[in-house]
């Protein structure tokens, strides 16, 4: 029998009322999510089911009235490098995206930029979501002016959430071996209503997002080289230190954001049933000075211990999906080649 798609899914039936919406938040980790005023934590629900793509995840989903908040905060923490198109299919959204706001209504799809933060208030509504990497996404589109929070409309955007909607239907009975060719044909069709965006607002990429896709780019490729420093960075980009410090200012620091793209390359990993190497081994070829500081700085980062994250390691099928959900959110933050 052929694989399916893999997929994840989420129900908060199944935990107390009390529970449902930190569980939730504890899944999808990149947002803050808040009750509306007037709602208790008994008011809250949602239902999802993610699926995995290569490189792209499908989310289709329903939740109550809920407020989500990606803050300056949340970006630093995570790191991720993604964006997402998100279509309401019953419901109603407003937001506020980095200065620009929209609201979005069923059948519109809005693009949202995980780089940079946003805020959104939602009814009741279903919604299905396509995340992919920033690069897969810029290395295509012609358009180069500021996505985060434009609406997709016209011919094109309809056809697309059209079909967002039969990847909602069809994606449980695919086939694992359909993802490739799904995955480059939702691709392509999202890159046409990109540029089929106005002209008017393109704008030229702010320098300093230039300097930091740059920077990820080099380090991603040598987070197992012990001299990854800043001072190698700028030698090697040719960047001053305060081209550097100010690009990365919002995640703390060049440093830890090497730091933290070590950790979650070695959680990756631990995800996989195939890796073999013990914790120790991890440690040292990432670039750790000891088992004991990358432990600490493991558990610091996601608040369980380097061991708790071995796919066998998950004590429930809620912490099973935590974790797997988080590394397939990881790897598709991690900056790929645009050029």
Do not use: N
Not at 27 to 49: H, I, Q, R, T, W
Not at 203 to 208: D, I, K, L, V
Not at 245 to 269: D, K, W
Not at 298 to 325: C, K, N, T, W
């Amino acid at each position: 029998m052929a694989a399916g798609v893999p997929f994840l899914s989420f129900e908060s039936s199944d935990f107390p009322p009390g529970e449902r919406r930190a569980r939730w938040q504890a899944l999808v980790g990149a947002y803050d999510v808040v009750l509306p005023d007037g709602c208790g934590e008994a008011d809250f629900s949602v239902s999802s089911v993610a699926w995995l793509l290569g490189e792209v995840v499908v989310t289709r989903g329903r939740v109550s009235a809920v407020e989500l908040r990606r803050t300056a905060e949340r970006i630093a923490a995570d790191g991720r490098d993604t964006f997402t198109f998100g279509l309401i299919t019953r419901g109603h959204m407003v937001g506020e995206f980095d200065g620009r706001a929209g609201e979005l209504r069923p059948g519109q799809i809005v693009v949202i930029d995980f780089s940079r933060p946003w805020r959104t208030q939602a009814t009741a509504c279903e919604f299905i979501l396509v995340l992919a990497p920033r690069a897969m996404v810029t290395a295509a589109a012609r358009h180069g002016g500021d996505l985060h929070g434009r609406l997709l409309d016209g011919a094109t955007a309809r056809i697309l959430a059209e079909h967002f909607s039969a990847l909602s239907r069809h994606l449980a009975q695919a086939d694992a071996s359909d993802a490739p060719v799904i995955q480059r044909t939702t691709m392509r069709m999202i890159v046409e209503s990109l540029d089929a965006l106005g002209p008017e607002e393109a704008a030229g990429r702010e320098p300093e997002r230039r300097v930091v896709h740059r920077v990820r780019r080099y380090v991603e490729d040598r987070l197992d080289c012990p001299d990854l420093s800043p001072a190698a960075i700028c030698r090697a980009l040719g960047l001053s230190r305060p081209t550097l410090y100010r690009a990365f200012r919002g995640a703390g620091g060049v440093a830890s954001y090497i730091l933290r793209r070590r950790l979650e390359t070695v959680h990756v990993l631990l995800s996989d049933s195939s890796e073999t190497r013990s914790l120790s081994e991890l440690a040292l070829a990432f670039g750790f000075a000891s088992h004991a500081h990358f432990s600490t700085a493991f558990r610091r980062r996601f608040g369980y211990a380097p061991r708790d994250a071995r796919v066998s390691g998950a004590s429930s099928f809620a912490g099973q999906a935590a974790l797997q959900f988080q590394a397939w959110m990881v790897e598709l933050a991690k900056p790929r080649r645009a050029e």
